[in-house]
Nanobody, 129 residues
């Protein structure tokens, strides 16, 4: 079993930056694809970013491309989401997730919540205008 714990959320003004962390425990996630998703009230859980096992390949939703950066430190069993130039529409609960190594090999499975096996409890990000 893998436990994921997100941290780093908060209330910021538009244009500010935040860095989310997702710490894994239970076993290493160095062989997992890791993803970040977000869910605003009354909306579905949307893909934000994903990263392959080595960190050498990353994927982003169009809405965050150029502003957000996903990275990982396998020695620390931790994944990060650096969020710059935040906008009010980025307001949501942010979740990290761990999925199989193969998610990045076929199509866009990495962008589907159902593709992931383990989820954190989420961290709230609120961006005021």
């Amino acid at each position: 079993q893998v436990q994921l714990v997100e941290s780093g959320g908060g209330l910021v003004q538009a244009g500010a930056s935040l860095r989310l962390s997702c710490a894994a425990s239970g076993r290493t996630v160095s062989n997992n694809v890791m993803g970040w998703f977000r869910q605003a009230p009354g909306k579905e859980r949307d893909f934000v970013a994903a990263i392959n096992w080595s960190g050498g390949t990353t994927f982003y939703a169009d809405s965050v491309k150029g502003r957000f950066t996903i990275s990982r430190d396998n020695e620390k069993n931790t994944v990060y989401l650096q969020m710059n130039s935040l906008k009010p529409e980025d307001t949501a609960v942010y979740y990290c997730a761990a999925g199989p190594l193969t998610l990045v090999y076929y199509g866009r499975k990495y962008a589907l919540p159902m593709s992931y096996d383990y989820w954190g409890q989420g961290t709230q990000v609120t961006v005021s205008s």
